[in-house]
């Protein structure tokens, strides 16, 4: 009974602090200026350096900028390594608060606190992190998202966070068309492709891929296979905080392919998963979280995926892709439908388990872009339209504009 009203008194005497604190934040919001010249960046909600923030901050390092523009990083870990000199603000602390009213343009690639206050000379340039595949946002008619199962309250949150969006950056006019509705946006939209694939661009040759394999001591004598699933909504730990959901046999594809190639699985941002690859210590190469994905697809030579958008990044560097879909109707059915028809569009073979994934690997390989070449390229042309290598370029030339 005692250690019942401790707590209860605890979560009393929290939320007078929180409310208090958002109070204050409130009033603050109309006294405290934005400056043209601070940047507030954050990526994957501030759990990594990563993705098109992390892209456009690295160009204005490239351009020596960073005298111009102070840079300020928005994490839950403020111990993330990052280049140059930015500031580094704990979420969801008072400096991260104080950085939200006082920056001058935000560069977020999700959404952002449901109670931050952004003010009305302040410029949000949201880039998002990847063309749909999956239905979004408004478009979805139901939700299982950590036990969440309440899709009235789900769009209304997102019509609340997207209203303060200014720029919106689209890969394609495929994704333009999506986020119109998906998001109710009606905002303006960069339709200059995704920064972070400036790099699958400029650096896709030996030279650079070497120089990347060696940072992740990557052997040079071993094809590479990426295997980058997506989340499942509905296999969690917390809020937020997701399962490594999967049917594939990593002894099966040990003892087929360890021979010749060596293994990455990447993790999704939100899976968080310790899982112990020891077993396997002369085929997986472990990967840490802090790792870029975009550095990943250049050191690979295939990748497996399953409904997650790394196919779209992926396909600019023309390298085979197979999906391994192990779940694909009750994914479709039960957790998310999708805009198109995946079996028909993607350009790699689908696999409902891992021995059709080996098979195809060690008997289809070598005729996979005469089996699927021209699926490709119309791939490519779909969904792959504005990237350029200049992404980050022109997102800076809009912020200093």
């Not at 934040?25 to 993705?51: C, D, M, Q, V, W």
């Not at 789900?154 to 890969?171: A, C, G, M, V």
Request: aromatic share 16%.
């Amino acid at each position: 009974m005692a250690k019942t009203f401790k707590k209860q008194i605890k979560d009393i005497i929290y939320n007078i602090a929180k409310y208090s604190a958002r109070a204050l934040y409130y009033i603050a919001s109309y006294i405290i200026p934005p400056n043209k010249n601070i940047i507030l960046f954050e990526s994957s909600n501030g759990r990594n350096y990563t993705g098109n923030p992390k892209a456009i901050y690295e160009e204005i390092l490239n351009q020596n900028l960073d005298k111009e523009f102070k840079s300020v990083w928005v994490l839950t870990n403020t111990k993330t390594k990052i280049p140059g000199n930015p500031v580094k603000v704990k979420k969801p602390f008072f400096r991260f608060l104080y950085y939200t009213l006082r920056s001058g343009t935000w560069i977020f690639d999700s959404r952002h606190l449901y109670y931050l206050k952004k003010n009305k000379n302040t410029k949000y340039v949201q880039t998002w992190h990847g063309t749909p595949l999956k239905k979004l946002a408004l478009d979805m008619d139901y939700i299982d998202m950590s036990g969440n199962q309440d899709i009235s309250q789900y769009h209304e949150d997102f019509r609340k966070n997207t209203k303060t969006w200014q720029y919106l950056i689209s890969q394609n006019t495929y994704s333009s068309n999506i986020f119109k509705h998906a998001f109710d946006f009606k905002g303006e939209f960069l339709e200059i492709g995704y920064p972070r694939n400036d790099i699958l661009i400029n650096k896709n040759n030996p030279t650079d891929i070497n120089s990347i394999k060696s940072k992740f001591n990557i052997p040079q004598d071993k094809k590479i296979i990426l295997y980058a699933p997506t989340w499942r909504d509905n296999e969690y730990y917390k809020k937020g905080e997701y399962k490594f959901a999967t049917e594939m046999d990593f002894n099966m594809l040990y003892e087929n392919l360890k021979d010749e190639y060596r293994l990455i699985v990447k993790f999704h941002y939100l899976v968080k998963d310790n899982v112990d690859w020891s077993k396997y210590n002369d085929f997986v190469i472990e990967c840490d979280a802090d790792w870029d994905i975009q550095e990943l697809y250049l050191v690979s030579d295939i990748m497996i995926t399953d409904y997650s958008s790394v196919m779209f990044d992926y396909a600019l560097l023309k390298r085979p892709m197979l999906f391994f879909t192990y779940d694909l109707d009750n994914y479709k059915n039960n957790l998310r439908d999708f805009y198109f028809d995946m079996v028909k569009e993607v350009p790699g073979p689908i696999c409902m388990n891992t021995k059709d994934l080996i098979d195809f690997i060690n008997n289809n390989l070598d005729e996979y872009n005469q089996i699927y070449g021209e699926k490709y390229k119309k791939f490519n042309e779909k969904f792959n339209e504005f990237d350029n290598g200049q992404a980050s370029r022109k997102v800076i030339d809009l912020m200093r504009k």
